[in-house]
């Protein structure tokens, strides 16, 4: 017998949480559900959940910024498909929240149905968009060399630029992280010479750039 799917929903609205659970509730196999408010606990269910099937994962949570959250959780759980439920529909944020690795987009204002359509098929292994998407190349040269230079970060470097971008020490890194200050400062050297920067700040703010369109939105 096949075990139950086991579904984290990360968002900080319990109203929408609620729309996302009578969504999962519908589907076939009556999926297990694990709830998070805030990207810390989006995290820690990560963690908690090692064989969870998929997360979903709101862009505007307390914690984090933007799709730095997805870099972050893309890093430590490579094995977790992620699909960004947002408000920000625009198609450049769906671009390049798939650029960073996501499984799949849907927006807050798509029907049950299409959320259970958008699960499913992201469940079967399947990309999914919202319907009438087009997917182009990043049209800012800039955002499209910063995000090729994001994909050549280890997976610890993606997760200690993440943190670099919460406002964290060097120090407040390597306890989180279980490492030596000496092994962090490493990785920021290492950070700072593949984004093309020569400080912690600008690489923050580089950060900061791919997220400005949803921003914006």
């Excluded at 490492?179 to 290492?190: D, L, R, W």
Aim: negative net charge; glycine residues 8%; aromatic residues 4%.
């Amino acid at each position: 017998m096949a075990s139950a799917l086991t579904i984290i929903i990360a968002d900080d609205h319990p109203l929408f949480r609620g729309a996302l659970k009578q969504a999962l509730t519908g589907m076939a196999g009556n999926p297990d559900i694990v709830e998070a408010g805030d990207f810390e606990a989006a995290r820690k269910a990560a963690a908690d959940h090692p064989n969870a099937d998929l997360m979903l994962l709101d862009l505007a949570m307390p914690g984090v910024s933007g799709l730095s959250g997805l870099i972050s959780l893309r890093a430590e759980f490579q094995s977790l498909p992620v699909v960004i439920v947002s408000a920000s529909d625009d198609p450049v944020t769906i671009r390049r929240a798939l650029d960073l690795g996501a499984s799949g987009f849907i927006s807050k204002s798509a029907s049950i149905e299409d959320i259970r359509e958008g699960i499913g098929s992201v469940l079967e292994g399947n990309i999914y968009t919202p319907g009438g998407y087009v997917r182009g190349p990043e049209q800012d040269s800039e955002v499209a060399d910063l995000i090729a230079r994001l994909r050549t970060l280890t997976p610890q470097q993606s997760r200690v630029l993440a943190m670099l971008a919460e406002g964290l020490l060097n120090k407040q890194i390597a306890y989180e992280l279980g490492v030596s200050e000496a092994t962090i400062k490493a990785h920021v050297s290492a950070i700072l010479l593949k984004l093309n920067v020569d400080s912690r700040t600008q690489a923050v703010i580089q950060l900061g750039k791919i997220g400005s369109a949803q921003a914006a939105a």
